[in-house]
């Protein structure tokens, strides 16, 4: 008798779940999404340049473009204003001292351009084009003088920039990586 009670427990434990799990393959919502629909928000740059796409910019024409939607936040010729400067000659000297720049603090320059893509003008971020972008990273890097006033920046000469303080980070958990 007891055995038959559990018998049947089980089996309307086991009927539950197989119901639930149904539910749970089919909710019967949203809809399939394409490769493309998926590639329009996988936009992140790893350091090496990885998903970096087409196009090109030069420091001249980010110089126009940072004039128009940028030096209102950034200050002139990137110097600081009400955000960030985006220039800078500061060394950090100890973990608290000094100013942290894209320059001293940033150890990829491709992170630049992850950065301005997604997130810059403030207001209206993802509103810039791959060139526009190209172009307002190559002016930054010029700016700050880690490449020449005349280089392009594209996704082969973009991850061969190498940031000063590159070498200096410390990887507290390098078996995590
Ligand atoms: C309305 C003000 C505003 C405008 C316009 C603006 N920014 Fe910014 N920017 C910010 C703020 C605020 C931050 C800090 C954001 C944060 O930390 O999340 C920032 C951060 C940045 C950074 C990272 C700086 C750092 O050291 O962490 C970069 C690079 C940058 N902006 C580039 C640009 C570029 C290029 C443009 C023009 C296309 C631009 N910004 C326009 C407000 C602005």
Redesign the pocket.
Known sequence: MFTRKRTIFAATVLLAMTAAAAIAETPNLGKPIDEAAIAAWDISILPDGTGLPKGSGTPAQGAV??AQ??V???GDNGRGG???A?VSDQKIAGINAGQK??KNFWPYATT?FD??RR?????SPRS?SDDEVYA?TAY?LAENKLIGADEAMDAQSLPKVKMPNRDNFIIRFPDRI
């Open positions: 473009i940072y939607q940028c209102a936040c950034h009400a955000a960030a985006l720049t894209i630049i950065f301005i997130a810059m003008p403030f207001t810039l307002l930054i």
